[in-house]
Nanobody, 125 residues
Framework: QVQLVESGGGSVQAGGSLRLSCVVSGSTYSPNCMGWFRQAPGKERERVAAIYTGGAKTSYADSVKGRFTISQDNPKNTIYLQMTSLKPEDTAMYYC??????????????????WGQGTQVTVSS
């Protein structure tokens, strides 16, 4: 049973930084795709960032490009989301997700079978 456990959320003022961590356990292999999603109250879930662990290819939502960085530590089965220049609109529950499937250069990370419980990020103005 694959389990994802997030940590690192909290409350910061606008302009501040946070680093989220997600540890994968229960798998005999590293998922090819790992990512971060977020959902604010009353809004749809948004994919924030994703990484193809086999080649360290990354992708970002336009809303976070240049401010957030996704990275991996394969020996630790861990991914990170470094968030800088945080804005109040970044306030949301952040979820880690993973999947063994990778759709290559055309489709990238397109399926998310495993999810964490989420960690809350609150940015005050």
């Amino acid at each position: 049973q694959v389990q994802l456990v997030e940590s690192g959320g909290g409350s910061v003022q606008a302009g501040g930084s946070l680093r989220l961590s997600c540890v994968v356990s229960g798998s005999t292999y590293s998922p090819n795709c790992m990512g971060w999603f977020r959902q604010a109250p009353g809004k749809e879930r948004e994919r924030v960032a994703a990484i193809y662990t086999g080649g360290a290819k990354t992708s970002y939502a336009d809303s976070v490009k240049g401010r957030f960085t996704i990275s991996q530590d394969n020996p630790k089965n861990t991914i990170y989301l470094q968030m800088t220049s945080l804005k109040p609109e970044d306030t949301a529950m952040y979820y880690c997700a993973a999947d063994p499937a990778y759709g290559g250069d055309l489709y990238g990370c397109w399926r998310w079978s495993y999810w964490g419980q989420g960690t809350q990020v609150t940015v005050s103005s």
